[in-house]
């Protein structure tokens, strides 16, 4: 492979990760105005429409029936894992449970890789592997204003965690030849699995925002922008994959966390432990490690 083809594949999954990221930010805000379930609900038919529009502007794509199957079951795995993200989200510290949600969404990922798909990425990239892993689960270990962990929102990060690492996974069985269709199946079905969600067990609704909050009376607006920049992170993250290792490219895209964390300390009124400091230090340490590798 060469090295170009390598860059763009650390690009493009990096900027899945600024995607992601921003994302989880316009959908935490809008999930402390609304149902988290509405969120979520309203984000992922946006992002089926805008798959919709970006199918037809892109060039022609061969996609086998398996590669339907795939973005389908990995769609499936994005709509559990924003449900569970945005409930968190709706009572919990942000620069706390969107790391959670990474720590098992590139955990998983990393080891079924690994272990069952034979990836050997350059001793140097598993270097950065091993040190992001424990540095995203520093970054969580943050507190609320008040400087207790609310439990039930960290329980909600973990449960996104297993929708996270489903989605990442199954993507990354979908042929290249298949262009964007398995993002659009993707999205079909994360509608499903949020709607599904919603007549099953998340009866949950976030706490009102005040009049002063930055999300009072834009919700939807933000609902939709977190829906759209999640089906392009998804895309890029797609088309990483085209060119490096899963491994690496999982690791690359859930850095995500590091976007949150910044918006929470500097416009929320969050705050860091020294733990979540570190987490962050490492977790830069560890995509140059990857970059360089």
């Keep these: 492979m060469r ?5 763009m594949g650390v690009v493009l999954a990096l900027l899945s990760a600024l ?21 979520a609900l309203i984000g992922q038919v946006a992002g089926l429409c805008a798959a919709a529009v970006a199918l ?34 709706s009572r919990g510290a942000m620069s706390v449970v969107v790391p959670v949600s990474a720590v098992g969404g590139v955990a998983l990922p990393v080891l079924v890789t690994a272990a069952f798909l034979g990836e050997r990425p350059p001793a140097l990239a598993w270097v950065g592997v091993l040190l992001a892993l424990p540095a995203l689960w520093f970054i969580s270990g943050g507190s609320d204003r008040s400087g207790t962990v609310q ?7 973990l449960g996104a965690s ?10 990354a069985q979908a042929d290249a030849s298949a ?9 079909a079905a994360a509608v499903a699995a949020v709607l599904v ?9 976030g706490p009102r925002a005040t009049a002063t909050s930055p999300v009072a009376a834009r919700p939807f607006t933000f609902s939709v922008a977190a829906g759209v920049l999640a089906a392009a992170a998804l895309a890029a993250y797609l088309y990483a994959l085209r060119t490096e290792f899963v491994t690496v490219t999982v690791v690359l895209a859930s850095l995500y966390p590091v976007v949150p964390v ?7 009124g969050e705050r860091l432990r020294t733990s979540q400091v570190a987490g962050l230090a490492g977790a830069l340490a560890a995509a140059i490690l990857i970059v360089v590798a």
Excluded: E, K, N
């Design 3 to 7: 090295q170009s083809d390598q860059s």
């Design 19 to 39: 995607g992601y990221g921003i994302s989880d930010v316009f959908g935490g805000l809008a999930s402390r105005r609304i149902s988290p379930v509405r969120v």
């Design 56 to 89: 037809l502007v892109v060039a022609a794509a061969s996609p086998a029936g398996a590669d339907l199957v795939w973005g389908a079951c990995s769609g499936v795995g994005t709509g559990l894992a924003m449900v569970f993200l945005f409930r968190g989200l």
């Design 151 to 157: 439990r039930a929102a960290v329980y909600d990060g």
């Design 162 to 171: 297993g929708g996270i690492a489903l989605q990442y996974l199954c993507l």
């Design 179 to 187: 262009g964007l269709w398995p993002i659009l199946t993707g999205r």
């Design 197 to 205: 969600a919603a007549v099953t067990f998340m009866r949950h609704r």
């Design 262 to 268: 910044i918006v929470g300390l500097a416009f929320l």
